[in-house]
């Protein structure tokens, strides 16, 4: 029987989660990257900074910060 000073098991958060799941972030950021850049140039988003197909570019620049983040957070 476990006593008042039993704690419930922590979730799992990005700092906690083992390395193979961390490498995982790595490799889905620049795939979501590429087909956001897709979905854009078929379908422009509309939004600021985004409104006309050749502004995928700016995608392509958010998606390399997000792996380098990515990156980081593996370390």
Known sequence: ??????????????????TKDRRKLTKIVPLL????????LIWPFNVPGLRER??????????GIAVVFTALLRE
Request: charged share 15%.
């Open 54 to 63: 050749r502004d995928f570019w700016k995608i392509a620049v958010l998606m």
């Open 33 to 40: 990257g590429i087909l956001l850049m897709l979905l854009h």
């Open 1 to 18: 029987m476990e006593g008042p000073t039993a704690s419930p098991p922590k979730a799992p958060t990005l700092w906690r989660l083992p």
